[in-house]
């Protein structure tokens, strides 16, 4: 049982990025999200999406920025990130997590799985 996220890069302020997390076996039971950290800071949530697909949440700080999607026939979750700010920079980690079907887990503690980090630097 594996995550895999991918799409880190450089980006300039304003740019959009897209994070992808592919999951080895089957992870459609359970419900992604996205957490980022940066050095001598906790990790801390970005968004979830529910087992279902049709119910998302989001951080206040990425909320009307970032879209986060899954595809089920992939078992791959995305994060689009766009209006990308300085602040953004970090190191972004997806998660996997034994929910119920409409919820979203926003706490690192609920989260069974997670995939190694991918770095996010949005700098000019």
């Known amino acids: 049982v594996q995550l895999q996220a991918s799409g880190g890069g450089l980006v300039q302020p304003g740019g959009s990025l897209r994070l992808s997390c592919a999951a080895s076996g089957t992870f459609n039971s359970l419900a992604r999200g996205w957490f980022r950290q940066t050095p001598g800071k906790e990790r801390e949530f970005v968004a979830a999406i529910s087992r279902s697909g049709g119910v998302t949440a989001y951080a206040d700080s990425v909320k009307g920025r970032f879209t986060v999607s899954r595809d089920n026939a992939k078992n791959t979750v995305f994060l689009q990130m766009n209006s990308l700010k300085p602040i953004d920079t970090a190191v972004y980690y997806c998660?996997?997590?034994?929910?119920?079907?409409?919820?979203?887990?926003?706490?690192?503690?609920?989260?069974?799985?997670w995939g190694q980090g991918t770095q996010v630097t949005v700098s000019s």
């Open positions: 998660a996997a997590a034994g929910a119920s079907f409409y919820y979203t887990p926003q706490t690192s503690s609920e989260y069974n799985y």
